[in-house]
């Protein structure tokens, strides 16, 4: 059984950075595609980034792309999300999530099974 469980949030200022970790208690992330997203209020979630099972492919949403950074060590059952160059519009409620077969949109919550319970993250300007 999959578990997930999220650390890392905070509150920094714009320009900061903060970096998530997602780990599994359940051993069995290695084998799955793992993806972070973010569900701001009043918005639907969205896809931040994700990562293929062996780490060798990742995908981001055109709204972090050279300021995020997804990885993962398989070893310790994690996956982290590197956030760089904060602003303000990516305060969100930030979830991980793993599934075994994404849809073919990899940032697609619809194609993830298991979730995380959150953290927050606030940038404040």
């Known amino acids: 059984q999959v578990r997930l469980v999220e650390s890392g949030g905070g509150s920094v200022q714009a320009g900061g950075s903060l970096r998530l970790s997602c780990t599994d208690s359940g051993h069995t992330f290695s084998f799955m595609w793992k993806g972070w997203f973010r569900q701001a209020p009043g918005k639907e979630r969205e896809g931040v980034a994700a990562?293929?099972?062996?780490?060798?492919?990742?995908y981001y949403a055109d709204s972090v792309k050279g300021r995020f950074t997804i990885s993962q060590d398989n070893a310790k059952n994690t996956v982290y999300l590197q956030m760089n160059s904060l602003k303000p519009e990516d305060t969100a409620m930030y979830y991980c999530a793993a599934g075994p077969s994404p849809r073919s949109n990899r940032l697609d919550p619809k194609g993830y099974i298991y979730w995380g319970q959150g953290t927050q993250v606030t940038v404040s300007s």
């Open positions: 990562i293929s099972t062996g780490g060798g492919i990742t």
